[in-house]
């Protein structure tokens, strides 16, 4: 027969095991960096899977999903690339973040719009480009009037990628310019969350061991 003490014991680790997944639970689907990563390889050099490509800042053009990006002229795709890596295009979504859609494309088609949603959605400004993850954001002010003109989605060992002039190169900025290096909330390696394998595989055994007592003392 199981005593009042050890069923309130039990209910009540429960209780704290469910609010423990569910703090974990966003942590872990906030940011997926690898999906981002993926994306922005599959389009630094092609039309984003929305199918649309910002020749001006005018509005979008319909080119066609994965069509080459024009390479006459730079165009004004930099935002909206950046905002379908990190983000949730129906078509083919990457880094799983809700980013804000206010044309035909998605996303945010304002480089300094865009900066500012993310640092409203917890992004942190840093200040060394060895301090970034791959998934991170790459801002640019190139000619320090404090307005950002351009944005690129980093991608680890010192390469970024773009739209406008499209790029997928190693980060080699104008000394003029100022930069804004911006790293994004969410862990490393999805979808495992901050702790990662190991702490994850820990926790797991952890809870299941202090589950197992409290019941084995419960039937006693």
């Not at 569910?22 to 929305?50: E, F, I, K, M, Q």
């Not at 005018?58 to 024009?70: C, I, L, M, N, S």
């Not at 702490?199 to 007592?213: E, P």
Request: hydrophobic content about 40%; proline content about 8%.
């Amino acid at each position: 027969m199981v005593t009042t003490p050890f069923r309130s014991r039990a209910v009540a680790l429960l209780l704290t095991v469910g609010a423990v997944l569910a703090v974990c639970a966003p942590v872990c689907a906030t940011y997926d960096r690898l999906g981002a990563c993926r994306y922005a390889r599959n389009h630094w050099n092609a039309v984003c899977s929305d199918g649309y490509f910002f020749v001006d800042s005018e509005g979008p053009t319909q080119f066609g999903a994965g069509e080459p990006v024009p390479a006459d002229e730079e165009g004004f795709d930099c935002a909206h690339f950046v905002s379908c890596c990190i983000g949730s295009e129906p078509n083919s979504p990457a880094g799983g973040l809700d980013v804000p859609s206010r044309t035909r494309a998605y996303g945010e088609p304002g480089a300094q719009r865009l900066v500012d949603w993310l640092l409203d959605q917890g992004a942190t400004p840093v200040d060394r480009i060895s301090t970034l993850r791959p998934g991170d954001v790459v801002a640019y002010d190139a000619d320090r009037n404090g307005g950002i003109e351009h944005v690129a989605l980093y991608m680890g060992d010192g390469l970024v990628t773009a739209h406008s002039l499209s790029r997928y190169s190693e980060w080699n900025p104008d000394p003029g310019a100022d930069i804004v290096l911006l790293h994004l909330p969410g862990p490393h390696e999805p979808p495992f969350g901050r702790l990662g394998w190991v702490g994850w595989a820990v926790t797991s055994i952890v809870l299941t061991g202090l589950l197992g007592i409290i019941f084995a003392a419960a039937r006693r």
